[in-house]
């Protein structure tokens, strides 16, 4: 069978497994990376001997598993060579850090090893709370901004409902059946993500994520980013998703970009599956969109607001396009 269908037959065994029993679990390894390409570096030692110096100061950080209801026995297992600093376990954007002066270019890794747990729920089969929180309901500009265009469009989805996870419901539906998956120039360079995502109707996985965040929090849900990585046994990527919470059942999770994806090819039980519910295939490592690393990057980040890949930062400049080289590799994959 091709790859996508192998992949989709793995996400109904899994959903099936969370259905029945109520949850699934994977114990995940991966290997990453982060370092300068040859050509930047040899351009930056060039400029650093013309400047009197012998070396390029180089400080970088790489993604690693965070501390979270979905995560548990956390293992850094090596290291290319001993970081300076790594983020405490419930950092906002979890991060392992070294600084060096190089003379020759070489790359910093890491090894990890983590539990990944996957927990069923279905946010239309409890009763909500007749009172609900109100944190992680506020704007947080430039992204998470509550534009006339997007008052108007929660205001119409969720008009005449009260039961603020069928709210929900339909801001998931609106996004999943409606958005069209389109890669994106990167963030920094745009202007209010979601505003936009809701007027042209396309967007990446973070698009989507903060466009549901975005329409939940207009109409009083609390909602957040999380992020990091989808692993499959075959292989590893960057993704991002967002949560809601809803009393007294807590915080559920929503993969829009996953949904619209299942709602594409036909499978309305999986679509639905990623309201409320995630897979085994995560590593988080963020859970807040637009957080500051520890220690913080004096130069310009590649991303600003995210963290999936990992960051570099030479003589104070950060590195961005070509000149940043970042590897994942999965090591092993081992349902359980």
Request: glycine share 6%.
């Amino acid at each position: 069978p091709a790859p996508a269908t192998l992949a989709r037959e793995r996400r109904r065994r899994i959903h099936d497994q969370m259905e029945r029993e109520g949850q699934a679990s994977a114990r995940i390894t991966l290997k990453t990376s982060v370092g300068m390409s040859d050509e930047a570096f040899a351009a930056a030692l060039a400029k650093a001997k013309a400047e009197g110096r012998e070396s390029v100061h180089v400080r970088a950080w790489l993604p690693i598993p965070a501390e979270c209801l979905a995560q548990s026995e956390i293992e850094l297992q090596s290291f290319t060579e001993q970081p300076g600093r790594i983020a405490d376990a419930n950092a906002p954007q979890r991060t392992v850090c070294w600084e060096a002066d190089l003379t020759e270019n070489r790359r910093f890794g890491v090894q990890y090893r983590y539990k990944t747990t996957a927990v069923y729920a279905d946010p239309l089969g409890f009763v909500p709370a007749p009172e609900q929180p109100t944190f992680d309901t506020e704007e947080q500009a430039p992204h998470i901004v509550f534009t006339p265009y997007l008052r108007a469009l929660a205001a119409q989805l969720t008009e005449g409902i009260t039961d603020p996870a069928e709210k929900a419901k339909r801001i998931y539906d609106y996004v999943t059946l409606n958005v069209r998956y389109h890669y994106q120039p990167a963030y920094f360079v745009q202007d209010c993500l979601p505003d936009r995502c809701a007027r042209d109707r396309r967007g990446d996985c973070g698009i989507m994520a903060l466009t549901f965040i975005t329409l939940c929090r207009l109409v009083g849900i609390p909602a957040r980013w999380q992020s990091g990585l989808s692993v499959s046994p075959t292989g590893v990527g960057c993704h991002d998703w967002a949560m809601f919470y809803i009393a007294p059942k807590g915080w559920m999770y929503a993969d829009c970009s996953f949904g619209a994806s299942m709602a594409r090819q036909g499978e309305e039980e999986l679509r639905r599956h990623y309201f409320g519910s995630l897979d085994t295939g995560r590593m988080v490592a963020n859970r807040a969109f637009e957080a500051p690393f520890d220690p913080p990057m004096y130069g310009f980040r590649s991303d600003p607001y995210d963290n999936q890949s990992g960051e570099c930062e030479v003589d104070g400049v950060g590195l961005y396009g070509d000149a940043l080289d970042t590897r994942k590799e999965l090591v092993d994959f081992e349902d359980l």
